[in-house]
């Protein structure tokens, strides 16, 4: 059957089939295509998208408004500070306000809740642009990356190492398993993602014949296509910064781990903004960085097709 995902909302990749994501992927690639040949598109003409940030951003914000702006749409960001989100006017009103004269919404910020309402009462397709929990359209773009990388997504082993727990972590998870790209955890027990969590994604891998390891052993890197990591304190947790440097120390991406893959055509990734010296170290960093900043290129591509397919 043919995929149609008009009016859909982007909350976490949960909700969409391997065939779905796909067709996502497919799209994002002959969209990149078509702007490397100089052919624009019309095809967000006469549609106006709401960027909501109650968290900074350089690259979805930026992607969302290049994205839009190329297929003839209108971008309107609201900050933090532009509107009253959930304390003076409560979300189910903003929704309802912004899904009248909007066709679409961008929403980043901390709480999933949010955005999952901003869906349910605005009317209108919402896409997630990073929460506490999930950032589903950072994994399109680093799903196409490794397709351009390999050739091929199913039956690749990627890694993620570092903070487990968070958005990053959630939803590779997610999309690794829906797509059935073979996918290892490595982080320390404090930071393995919720039981519920594992459970689902040990569902959805069933269906796509993908397997999930959860370890804190780094020698589990080894045969890994891809190794990817994140900040170690994700925006809102900068307290926890100390506490988070002693915990994930053996866990940093550097030549010793990449090593350990006992691999010479491993890529390592990383959604970006990165901590040198943290979670990546520099040299590892600028050795991978032509991959990393098709990752952040591919960050607009992969929105535009999300806009593109739901508006
Ligand atoms: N990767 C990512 O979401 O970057 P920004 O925080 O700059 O949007
Ligand atoms: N885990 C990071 C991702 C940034 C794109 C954060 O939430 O800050």
Redesign the pocket.
């Known amino acids: 059957m043919a995929v149609n995902l008009k009016g859909k909302s982007l909350l976490t990749l949960k909700d969409f089939t391997k065939e779905e994501i796909e067709y996502l992927l497919d799209l994002a690639s002959d969209l990149k295509q078509k702007k490397r040949m100089g052919i624009i598109g019309q095809q967000l003409k006469g549609k106006n998208v709401a960027l909501i940030f109650e968290k900074p951003s350089t690259r979805t914000r930026c992607a969302f408004t290049v994205a839009c702006v190329d297929e003839g749409g209108h971008p309107e960001y609201l900050g933090k500070n532009d509107i009253q989100l959930g304390y003076k006017e409560s979300v189910e009103d903003t929704a309802r306000v912004l899904g009248r004269l909007f066709d679409g919404i961008e929403f980043r910020g901390f709480s999933q809740d949010h955005v999952n309402k901003l869906a349910k009462y605005s009317g209108v397709p919402v896409f997630n642009g ?1 929460t506490d929990d999930y ?1 589903p359209t ?1 994994i399109l773009a680093d799903l196409l990356t490794i397709k351009e990388q390999f050739g091929k997504l199913k039956g690749l082993k990627f890694t993620y190492i570092g903070d487990g727990r ?3 972590a959630n939803s590779l998870m997610i999309g690794c398993s829906k797509i059935g790209l073979d996918f290892t955890l490595v982080a320390p027990k404090e930071l393995w993602p919720n039981n519920d969590l594992i459970n689902e994604c040990e569902g959805f891998s069933l269906d796509s014949g993908s397997k999930i390891v959860i370890t804190e052993d780094i020698d589990k890197v080894k045969g890994s296509h891809v190794i990817y990591t ?2 170690w304190c ?2 809102g947790e900068e307290e926890q910064a100390a506490d988070r440097i002693s915990l994930l120390k053996p866990y940093q991406v550097n030549k010793e781990l990449v090593l350990k893959t006992e691999k010479d055509d491993t890529i390592c990734m990383h ?1 970006l903004p990165a901590v040198k010296g943290n979670e990546i170290t520099e040299d590892v960093f600028e050795k991978h960085s032509k991959v990393i900043f098709d990752e952040a290129e591919n960050r607009m591509h992969t929105i535009k097709a999300v806009m593109v397919a739901m508006i």
């Open positions: 990073l950032h950072q968070n958005n990053m994140d900040v994700s925006m959604c």
